[in-house]
């Protein structure tokens, strides 16, 4: 080759099976662990639970203050807004309790004394939560609650157990190994639950 003359040598980036794999459509993808039908469900657990608890507390306040159960529910969730029991992520306005994943729906009954959270989900995929207070007796170490499809009816208000599950709604039984719940959430909800019981 003539001294003048330069050598031109072009460089052409191959890329490996490897990264085909990763750019791949096709390919194997992560799934996100944050997302889903079942961590969906148990974050709803949680808030529906966690609601709960604000209610509990509200009206344990309310009867320690006035020396008598609250009268309905609005009084309820105005002193829930003051004292700002709500847990977080869960809004109130005028006359809706929602999250990024529920509405949910308060019935309460002062005599003889007893109260429900309903949370229905907004995606059309989920399934409508219930929490009855106090506590319905469960197995060991659960807490017990009723779950059924989106499209069931809302139930009628503080409706048996036969009632429900005529209506389609099943009983569930919230374990930690299962829904992980905490020992710090379970112990909250019994307790609060046996005192409410004493309250009646």
Known sequence: MPQSEAAQVRFVETRGLEFEKESSPTGPQT????????YDNAVRLRETSALGMAISLSVLSLNTQNGKLPENVDRIIRHVNAARLLPPGIQSNSATITSERSTFHIVYRREPFSFEV???PISDLGSQLLFRFP??????NTVLY????????VPAALSTVEQLS???????HWRGDVSS?????YDSLKEQSDYLRNTR
Not at 31 to 38: L, N, R, Y
Not at 135 to 140: G, I, R
Not at 146 to 153: Q, S, T
Not at 181 to 185: H, L
């Open 31 to 38: 799934e996100d662990p944050f997302s889903g039908p079942e």
């Open 118 to 120: 309903l949370a229905v």
């Open 135 to 140: 506590l319905p007796q469960s197995e060991p």
């Open 146 to 153: 009723f779950e059924a499809l989106r499209d069931r009816p």
């Open 166 to 172: 005529a209506a389609g709604w099943r009983i569930r």
């Open 181 to 185: 719940i905490t020992s710090a959430t």
